[in-house]
């Protein structure tokens, strides 16, 4: 049977996806006549389709039986491309019964099981995590370190078409201690306004839940307020930016990556490890991060 189909798992956020990214291109280089297909939740394999030019299939549909006991088939669909996949790529820990599934359904494929978030105490980038757990697989380390190094310095290609004057923020963070005061993004987008940038502010599903509507309508008041409800959405937010305002977020990596000028403002998390991955990245920290200044922002802007 001809085997041409290069699988990668992939359940985590939107910003461990997106440091993901760079194997998947490799993958794609060290593989040039297999399919490279993202296992993942159906936005993020649509994003990543849509950027990366892969395929990806929705891990809803089936897939899940891959971590029951003793599963004896998947969908057709999903059948079809597990045992035609040569090799298979998981970013996480995957249980014995994963294991023992795919190693009974496609005994013959080569599997790498990669940890997407480094150790607690790690003090190097997540990406040079991922070259770590690839050490035994030279041929995939060595073309991953050459796809991030082109990416630090060009981005993915994907192709943009932001004015320089034009800003978008995303207030907000999975986790509320990443998040800088929504009073001092509103009083740099005020002083942005006065020096003849366009403001736009982006808000997803986490933060229309968790804030309250006079946040929404501050924010409203400020600049412009866009509502992505999916990250094909996102990303055309981000690709006419000229330049994304974020904390530690899933849209800033993703914005770096496609070659945003991307400013990040940290706080409790190491930018050493979490800085996003592109071209043109300017990291402002404070801790806590509430005590970092509009200037000091605007210093890294303007």
């Known amino acids: 049977m001809l085997r041409r189909n290069v699988l ?26 297999s399919r490279i297909i993202f296992i993942t939740h159906a936005q993020k394999g649509a994003l990543a389709e849509r950027v990366l030019r892969l395929e990806s299939t929705d891990i809803e549909a089936g897939w899940h039986a891959l971590f029951t006991e003793n599963a004896t088939h998947l ?35 080569k599997v790498v099981a990669l940890q997407p978030r480094p150790p ?6 997540a990406s040079q995590w991922l070259l770590d757990q690839l050490c035994d697989y030279t041929v995939e380390r060595a073309a991953t370190e050459q796809l991030l190094r082109s990416i630090a310095a060009r981005g993915v290609g994907f192709n943009r078409t932001g004015s320089a004057r034009d800003i978008v923020i995303h207030p907000g963070s999975g986790s509320p201690a990443k998040c800088w005061p929504i009073e001092k993004y509103i009083e740099l987008a005020d002083r942005l306004g006065a020096a003849s940038r366009t403001v736009r502010f982006i808000v997803g599903e986490v933060e229309q839940e968790r804030w309250p509507a006079t946040a929404m309508n501050a924010l409203a008041a400020a600049g412009e307020l866009r509502r992505p409800a999916t990250y094909l959405e996102l990303l055309s937010e981000l690709a006419t930016a000229g ?60």
């Open 75 to 109: 969908p057709p669909r999903a059948a079809g491309m597990l045992s035609g996949a040569h090799a298979i790529y998981t970013f996480a820990t995957p249980s014995p019964e994963w294991l023992a599934n795919v190693a009974r359904l496609n005994p013959h494929a």
């Open 8 to 33: 990668v798992f992939h359940t985590g956020a939107l910003g461990d996806f997106v440091l993901s990214w760079p194997l998947a291109l490799a993958l794609g280089r060290i593989y040039a006549q």
């Open 243 to 302: 330049t994304f305002i974020g904390n530690d977020s899933g849209p800033g990596h993703l914005a770096a990556i496609i070659g945003v000028p991307t400013v990040s403002l940290f706080g409790p998390t190491d930018p050493r490890v979490w800085q996003p991955v592109g071209p043109s990245v300017q990291v402002v920290r404070a801790e806590p991060l509430s005590s970092l200044s509009v200037d000091q922002v605007l210093e890294v802007l303007i």
């Open 120 to 125: 607690e105490k790690y003090a190097q980038h």
